[in-house]
């Protein structure tokens, strides 16, 4: 398996090569309608044939829902909460990191669905969580997640707002390091994952497509938005923490035009940045 066999360095190493035969891209507004005028001209594949592994795949993690969760809609949600925004949000993510993003990193065609207890999440060094308030992790489950970073997977969470799901969070990283020493912090703007690719120059609260249209950017009282990370002892990010923010829908609703740009384009730079960083640190 990747992780288990040591070939992340061999990983690292060929991220390290694409990020020296970057193209030029566009950052601007303009550049990011154009984008999203085409695809939606064209039409957003699915793109489900094809190899699934590249030097990156999107993993979206399936978890266990709380039966708490289905006081927000959830219940019968093809399992749970760990489904939000499948599966758009995954193929229109990786259609932007591989068509408007311009990096010549080899993007797996197709995204895989993977969870927590299965050994192929060892074969991939990023997985996506999202809604992480309604992660319940048992025992062996936080354990494996422990064992992947260990070995130098990233995890990356988002889509979870305020005081109630925030804790939850945190319970279910004190089950990963029970121990101490791995703490979410907020990142300064000028830490290098903002920059690892396109600059990301503020943080911007990505509402869901409902609120968008509403004018609302936030929700279940998280008025804050938060951009964090947990660093091992080495001082290596490890796990990013997108808090009152949802890059998801962003990713599922570009092909929509009554989704605003100026939520789309902050939700696809910072998702690129953070797979660009954790490829290559």
């Known amino acids: 398996m990747f992780l288990k066999q040591h070939r992340y360095k061999a990983l690292v190493s060929l991220a390290l ?12 507004p303009d550049d990011f309608q154009n984008f999203r005028q085409r695809r939606r001209n064209e039409g957003l594949p699915n793109d489900q044939t094809g190899a699934s592994f590249g030097e990156y795949t999107f993993v979206r993690t399936i978890y266990d829902s709380p039966a708490r969760a289905y006081g927000y809609g959830y219940y019968g949600r093809r399992g749970g909460t760990w489904s939000t925004d499948y599966p758009n949000a995954d193929n229109n993510f990786i259609v932007g990191l591989r068509e408007w993003a311009g990096t010549n990193l080899k993007i797996a065609p197709r995204p895989e669905q993977i969870p927590i207890m299965d050994d192929r999440i060892f074969d991939y060094p990023i997985i996506y969580f999202v809604e992480p308030g309604f992660l319940e992790l048992s025992d062996e489950q936080a354990a494996r997640l422990r064992e992947y970073v260990a070995r130098g997977g990233f995890m990356f969470f988002d889509d979870f707002w305020g005081v109630y799901e925030w804790e939850n969070l945190e319970t279910q990283l004190k089950k990963i390091w029970p121990e101490g020493g791995y703490t979410p912090k907020d990142l300064p703007l000028s830490h290098p994952i903002f920059h690892s690719y396109l600059d990301v120059e503020e943080v911007v609260q990505v509402p869901n497509i409902y609120n968008a249209q509403r004018g609302v950017t936030s929700e279940k009282g998280g008025i804050v938005p938060h951009y964090m990370g947990v660093e091992d002892p080495h001082s290596r990010i490890v796990t990013f923490i997108s808090f009152n923010c949802d890059l998801g829908d962003a990713w599922e609703w570009i092909n929509d035009p009554s989704y605003p740009v100026k939520y789309g384009l902050p939700a696809y ?5 953070v797979v660009i960083y954790a490829m290559s640190h």
């Open 17 to 28: 090569l694409a990020l020296t035969l970057l193209t030029t891209v566009g950052q601007s």
């Open 269 to 273: 730079k910072l998702g690129i940045n």
